[in-house]
């Protein structure tokens, strides 16, 4: 059965930072790409951060130069460096797994959702 729990939400003022870290188990973490995700109620959602099994990365526009998606296979857990936080960052944050990160859209892998509000 596959988990993926994420951490490390919480509130931060403007220009603030945080650690997200995802911890999955039931499945091979170190095949799979990883994401961000991050969804506000009525919004659609948006994905913030890829990293793929080989360690390559992509980001949104939006969060380029201040967020950094990082992985560690020997603990099964990924995560997000949030720095220089903006109000609009404010969001339930998701972390999904897919065997392919072409596939993440689709996938049925998705962790509970940690809160981050960047109040300004």
């Known amino acids: 059965q596959v988990q993926l729990v994420e951490s490390g939400g919480g509130s931060v003022q403007s220009g603030g930072s945080l650690k997200l870290s995802c911890a999955g188990s039931?499945?091979?973490?170190?095949?799979?790409?990883l994401a961000w995700f991050r969804q506000n109620p009525g919004i659609e959602r948006e994905g913030v951060a890829t990293i793929d099994s080989d360690g390559s990365t992509t980001y949104a526009d939006s969060v380029k130069g201040r967020f950094t998606i990082t992985r560690d296979n020997a603990y099964n857990t990924v995560y997000l460096v949030m720095n220089s936080l903006k109000p609009e960052d404010t969001a339930t944050y998701y972390c999904?797994?897919?065997?392919?990160?072409?596939?993440?859209?689709?996938?049925?892998?998705w962790g509970q959702g940690t809160r981050v509000t960047v109040s300004s």
């Open positions: 039931g499945f091979t973490f170190s095949s799979y790409c």
């Open positions: 999904v797994a897919a065997f392919s990160c072409s596939w993440l859209d689709d996938s049925h892998y």
